[in-house]
């Protein structure tokens, strides 16, 4: 049999009634970027980011309708919150507010809580601020995982040193473990220097699948290195995960604030708690003389934080130790535990503990020597 075309997928869908009963998901152009490859079929359905939930139904009935099609190994329809100008999507009434811990989003079993660390740009250090706040946090004795959202350059495999691939069982893969915290990335499936040339409804897809398709066990808390950006992944992601809470990365740049600005209004929108700002290369400290240079300035973040009424959680320095244990595979928070700058993330680690459980609440504590 010939592989069906993006017209039969179009025409099965416009079976399926919209939200108001009446006309088909097609003719209302909540339908985008139907992807047909191979027997896999692909395709976003918009919808208004206060019914994402509450649509679940007509995403499943989709994908059913798809299916019928025959000749079809996998149907994957994914929910976006992005409409294009002039979509007819029907308005809806506001839903309820969601409580903090994310309400009716669907939770990954065994993990008791979600965080992100974002940034409204690239380039700021997200992902060394990932992987060491996870494993400070792993440090005081929680079970912790670490998920590479970041499907265009996924970083974590190099940064913790691990070369192998992920064991699949069923349609469920196995996670890497790298210094006592289970990993999935997508650096793990693909070559390292192989381009991710996907578009957004793959790209969401992926990061579904490597959320709740891995046999991440039990763990207290699940920290989730997102792409950089306020894109429709991350928003599609703050939207279907119940996030505990967001930690925003940005160095001191007015440039890099601004983007960093555009990360926190965007949780803010989805009603995700945000947990702090950090400061990531606030001074260069000159690795033989120890001189400090204020090289992106100092202190943005901080003032910005003040500005908007959220917390600061610290300042991490330019540090040639960071980098090139980053880069070794060694995050310095693991290869040297009792170091300075293994000091300052076990410090944020502290306050991102202690803004998840509220200051009153038992926690772990990490121990300073």
Same mark, same amino acid.
């Given at each position: 049999m010939s592989e069906v075309t993006n017209k039969e997928v179009l025409a099965q869908l416009s079976k399926v009634k919209g939200p108001d009963l009446k006309s088909d998901i097609v003719s209302l152009g909540m339908v985008e970027n139907v992807l047909v490859n191979e027997g896999k079929v692909i395709f976003s359905?918009?919808?208004?980011?206060?019914?994402?939930?509450?649509?679940?139904?007509?995403?499943?009935?989709?994908?059913?309708?798809?299916s019928e099609l025959g000749n079809i190994e996998k149907v994957t329809a994914v929910l976006t919150a992005e409409r294009r100008p002039g979509s007819?999507?029907?308005?809806?009434?506001?839903?309820?507010? =969601?409580?903090?811990? %994310?309400?009716?989003?669907?939770?990954?079993?065994?993990?008791?809580?979600?965080?992100?660390?974002?940034?409204?740009?690239?380039?700021?250090?997200?992902? +060394?601020?990932?992987?060491?706040?996870?494993?400070?946090?792993?440090? +005081?004795?929680?079970?912790? *995982?670490? @998920?590479?959202?970041?499907?265009?350059?996924?970083?974590? =495999?190099?940064?913790? %040193?691990? &070369?192998?691939?992920?064991?699949?069982? %069923?349609?469920?893969?196995?996670?890497?473990?790298?210094?006592?915290? &289970?990993?999935?990335?997508?650096?793990?499936?693909?070559?390292?220097? +192989?381009?991710?040339?996907?578009? *957004?409804?793959?790209?969401?897809?992926?990061?579904?699948?490597? @959320?709740?398709?891995?046999?991440? *066990?039990?763990?207290?808390?699940?920290?989730?290195?997102?792409?950089?950006?306020? *894109?429709?992944?991350?928003? +599609?992601?703050?939207?279907?995960?119940?996030?505990? %809470?967001?930690?925003?990365v940005s160095t001191p740049q007015d440039i890099a604030l601004i983007d960093a600005r555009k990360g926190l209004n965007m949780f803010k929108k989805v009603e995700v708690p945000i947990l702090g700002l950090i400061e990531n290369m606030s001074t260069f400290i000159c690795p033989k003389c120890g001189e400090q240079s204020d090289i992106f300035g100092h202190g943005g973040a901080r003032s910005e934080a003040q500005r908007l009424g959220v917390p600061f959680l610290g300042e991490v320095p330019l540090h040639m130790d960071i980098r090139t244990n980053s880069d070794g595979g060694t995050p310095v928070t693991?290869?040297? =535990?009792?170091?300075?700058?293994?000091?300052i993330y076990k410090q944020i680690a502290n306050e991102v503990l202690s803004k998840l459980e509220g200051v009153s609440g038992e926690r772990p504590q990490i121990v300073f020597e």
């Open positions: 359905i918009n919808v208004p980011a206060d019914r994402a939930q509450e649509l679940e139904p007509l995403r499943e009935a989709a994908e059913k309708a798809v007819a999507a029907p308005a809806a009434k506001p839903a309820p507010t =969601p409580p903090q811990a %994310g309400g009716g989003k669907t939770g990954v079993p065994g993990i008791k809580k979600i965080i992100a660390v974002a940034s409204g740009k690239g380039g700021v250090g997200k992902s +060394t601020t990932s992987v060491n706040l996870a494993l400070a946090i792993s440090s +005081t004795g929680l079970k912790v *995982g670490l @998920l590479d959202a970041d499907i265009y350059g996924p970083s974590m =495999p190099r940064m913790l %040193g691990l &070369k192998e691939k992920p064991t699949v069982e %069923g349609k469920i893969l196995s996670p890497l473990e790298g210094y006592g915290i &289970k990993v999935m990335s997508m650096g793990f499936l693909v070559e390292e220097e +192989t381009p991710m040339i996907w578009r *957004g409804p793959m790209v969401i897809s992926a990061l579904t699948q490597m @959320l709740r398709e891995v046999a991440w *066990g039990e763990l207290d808390l699940l920290v989730v290195d997102m792409p950089p950006g306020t *894109g429709d992944a991350q928003l +599609t992601m703050s939207q279907q995960v119940p996030l505990a %809470g967001a930690v925003i693991a290869s040297n =535990p009792e170091g300075p700058h293994a000091l």
